[in-house]
């Protein structure tokens, strides 16, 4: 190594350490879904890009394999980007009226000339800030964690600021005195006797935790091997039962058994039903596909259904949970009016959309009268990015997400590293439990949530590279 090597060596650390804080950071300030939090983090996030480029411009270094395996999804994202400022452009009117009819009845009633697809172009302009802080922040998952060691660093940084929301959102929920970072949430409208964390609402702390519960049974996964295979003698069994109850192992069971206590002390419905159909989806994909899987996972994965939540949870609130679900009807829940309220919306802007972030400000005209609240978002993921970005932008983002699952499932088809196929486990459940809590909330538009999503459909792109890594080594 060089001294120009070595004297960078400490920078690049930083770099590294500076993005595991902005993990850490995102769910704090209110999930970083303010203005004053977005920025934070698109700040702190462009920072870490810029010292990137700047070492590599002064070093040129071939990208990590990741970047190659992910270039579908790169191009895909990058086209999304186009896609958003192109909404925010003014076209002439002829080409509005064949990409949103609409739109262009609207605008011949003034007169213009010239009009943008966005019906507010400000505001969609703000999102393609948010698109592009999240391209980067794709972007620079892929370039730093390119090592097993750097994926377990992440996935704990992860677990810590999950078990952090969990701590102070039960002790929030217990002891009356509820404050979402610093701003009670009664001020807030949120939802008293319920664990929020630091987040607004209990529902994307439910999205947060499912996803970092996703990451933890992905890599205890990672460390179960077949115990029952080999000899039997005392030592081995003393062996194995004081690593079960004494290692990594241990501390990594805790710490989900806390996870799964938070999630059910949030009182989310979609957040519990997107974990338990995440889990059993996963699992299925996993025992059926996984080649070289110990037979201590099969009762791992019975396990934290078994005890962490029959047990666990009903002890602290799984009746809460089945009530409301039971409660739920057509007639009770507000939600499924605004979605057929959303639908004309759908069929009126189907090919380019209102405009990224616009849904606010166009539903009122959709709005039935049994809709008397104030709707900025329509509590289901899929409808919003479809009125929003229109049939290209939703193709273009639904593209990246499956060729993330399609990678991850090849992985787990073809790979026998157990710290691949623990990692797309991982992908998978999360990837999973996302798209199912989608259907009834929007933890796709909270910065904290989507940010840890680009993480999930990362991790099949590092553990493709980190195996061709590995296999390589042992070639040689």
């Keep these: 190594m060089t001294s120009y090597q070595s004297s960078e060596q400490p920078t690049k650390n930083w770099i590294l350490y500076s993005y595991f804080a902005l993990v850490a950071w995102l769910p704090i300030p209110l999930a970083s879904n303010r203005p004053w939090g977005t920025s934070i983090a698109e700040v702190w996030c462009y920072i870490i890009t810029a010292s990137i480029i700047i070492i590599w411009m002064r070093n040129p270094q071939s990208l990590p394999t990741s970047f190659k395996t992910a270039k579908i999804a790169l191009i895909l994202l990058a086209l999304n980007l186009v896609w958003l400022l192109i909404q925010c452009f003014p076209l002439p ?27 507010d172009k400000s505001v969609s302009f703000n999102l393609f800030q948010e698109a592009a802080y999240l391209f980067s922040f794709f972007c620079l998952t892929l370039y730093l964690i390119n090592s097993k060691q750097k994926l377990k660093w992440l996935i704990y940084t992860i677990l810590l600021s999950a078990l952090f929301q969990v701590i102070y959102g039960s002790l929030m929920a217990l002891s009356g005195i509820e404050y979402s970072f610093f701003i009670s949430k009664a001020a807030l409208h949120s939802h008293i006797g319920s664990a929020t964390g630091t987040f607004a609402n209990r529902d994307h702390l439910a999205g947060y935790l499912e996803m970092a519960l996703a990451l933890g049974i992905g890599l205890m996964l990672t460390m179960l091997s077949d115990t029952n295979s080999g000899k039997k003698n005392w030592k081995k069994l003393i062996k194995n039962i004081s690593g079960l109850l004494l290692g990594p192992k241990a501390r990594l069971r805790i710490i989900l058994i806390l996870l799964c206590l938070g999630l059910v002390v949030t009182h989310s419905r979609g957040g519990n039903l997107g974990f338990f159909i995440s889990l059993g989806v996963a699992g299925i994909i996993f025992l059926t596909l996984a080649r070289n899987k110990p037979r201590a996972t099969i009762i791992f994965l019975s396990s934290l259904i078994i005890l962490d939540i029959i047990i666990i949870g009903s002890l602290v609130g799984v009746s809460k949970v089945m009530n409301r679900l039971a409660q739920t009807t057509i007639q009770t829940e507000s939600r499924d009016d605004a979605y057929f309220a959303t639908y004309p919306m759908v069929e009126d802007y189907f090919i380019s959309g209102v405009g990224a972030g616009n849904y606010f400000n166009t539903f009122p005209t959709y709005k039935t009268p049994q809709l008397s609240h104030y709707w900025n978002h329509a509590h289901n993921d899929y409808l919003e990015i479809f009125v929003e970005f229109g049939f290209i932008g939703f ?62 459909i990362a991790i099949p792109f590092i553990c493709y590279d980190i195996t061709h890594q590995q296999r390589g080594r042992e070639r040689r």
């Design 93 to 119: 009117l002829s080409w509005i009226q064949i990409l949103s009819p609409q739109a262009y009845y609207q605008y011949s009633q003034t007169g213009a000339i010239n009009a943008s697809i966005s019906l």
């Design 395 to 456: 193709s273009l983002l639904a593209s990246v997400v499956c060729f993330s699952i399609i990678t991850a499932i090849r992985i787990l088809q073809n790979r026998r590293s157990p710290f691949a196929l623990g990692m797309s486990f991982a992908s998978l459940m999360g990837i999973v439990a996302i798209l199912v809590h989608s259907t009834v909330d929007y933890n796709l538009q909270i910065l904290a949530n989507s940010s840890m999503f680009m993480i999930i």
